[in-house]
């Protein structure tokens, strides 16, 4: 089993940053990947950027070149850096694990058996 607890969200105004962070806890895999989700109200939920184990990253096209995945692995710990937040940035952020991970990194939910309980990103305008 894997534990995940976020942390790092609340309000900002439109244009700010802010960063999320997940410390993870567990099992632990050779080759594994990690990811940010979203979902606001209303909406499903979207991937929004993944981590595999080999640093291979990959983004939602919503926020490329605004969000930067990365993580430290002596805390343990994945962090999404969100700069230039705009309001459809508002939703609760869920950050997710896969068990073993063979293939690149992955934008879809079902890949991801591990999840946290969230937290919330507010961006006013």
């Known amino acids: 089993q894997v534990q995940l607890v976020e942390s790092g969200g609340g309000s900002v105004q439109a244009g700010g940053s802010l960063r999320l962070s997940c410390a993870r806890s567990?099992?632990?895999?050779?080759?594994?990947?990690m990811g940010w989700f979203r979902q606001a109200p209303g909406r499903e939920r979207e991937g929004v950027a993944a981590?595999?184990?080999?640093?291979?990253?990959t983004y939602a096209d919503s926020v490329k070149g605004r969000f930067t995945i990365t993580k430290d692995n002596a805390k343990n710990t994945l962090y999404l850096q969100m700069n230039m937040l705009t309001p459809e940035d508002t939703a609760m952020y869920f950050c997710?694990?896969?068990?073993?991970?063979?293939?690149?990194?992955?934008?879809?939910?079902?890949?991801?058996?591990?999840w946290g309980q969230g937290t919330q990103v507010t961006v006013s305008s």
């Open positions: 981590l595999r184990s080999d640093g291979r990253t």
């Open positions: 567990g099992a632990t895999y050779s080759s594994d990947c």
């Open positions: 997710a694990a896969s068990g073993s991970w063979y293939g690149g990194p992955i934008l879809a939910a079902p890949a991801f058996p591990y």
